[in-house]
């Protein structure tokens, strides 16, 4: 077929295949910023900073473990979710809804030891089948504020990879 442009896909399991029909990136939703500020996949975990939907001055900190699917969530003091059951919470919920929402749904699934990508937060939480297992709050939410300070430094024309997460717009 002389002309025909060929794409090369890459797949979620490292195989490439060739193609003759465009393959386009997913783009990424927009994220929330308000309910979710701070989302990452960082030291084996998708973990994140959740606003609480009740008080402006509570945010939950959110973490689910790669491989195990082992979960938590808690206040940023260390208070343990309320809403924690068997499966997750609400804010568990909402931080992998933004991270596929910024990292698409294939890296968030492939990240967290999936055999196969899923579509929709709940979809990955309810693959990954773990359980309850406490992390303390204070090592997600000191990555938090870190990421926080390059938000208040003066702005600089140079480009700050650290701030890569932080989608505007
Ligand atoms: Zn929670």
């Not at 442009?5 to 990136?25: C, I, K, M, W």
């Not at 979710?81 to 919920?93: D, E, M, V, Y």
Request: charged share 20%.
């Amino acid at each position: 077929m002389l002309g025909a442009p060929e794409y090369t896909v890459f797949t979620p399991t490292g195989g490439v295949l060739r193609s003759f029909v465009p393959h386009p990136r997913p783009q990424p939703e927009k994220r929330s910023l308000q309910k979710v500020p701070f989302v990452e996949l960082f030291d084996g975990r998708l973990q994140g900073v959740v606003s609480s939907g009740s008080s402006a001055t509570r945010v939950y900190v959110s973490l689910i473990e790669a491989g195990t699917g082992n979960y938590y969530c808690s206040t940023n003091n260390n208070r343990p979710c309320g809403g924690l059951g068997g499966g997750g919470c609400k804010h568990i919920g909402e931080m992998v809804k933004n991270a596929i929402a910024q990292y698409g749904q294939e890296r968030v699934s492939r990240y967290l030891g999936l055999p196969e990508p899923q579509a929709t937060a709940w979809g990955i939480i309810g693959q990954l089948g773990g359980g309850k297992n406490k992390v303390e709050a204070g090592e997600v939410f000191a990555r938090f504020l870190d990421y926080l300070r390059y938000v208040e430094l003066p702005a600089s024309t140079q480009p700050r990879p650290e701030m890569a997460w932080f989608v505007t717009g």
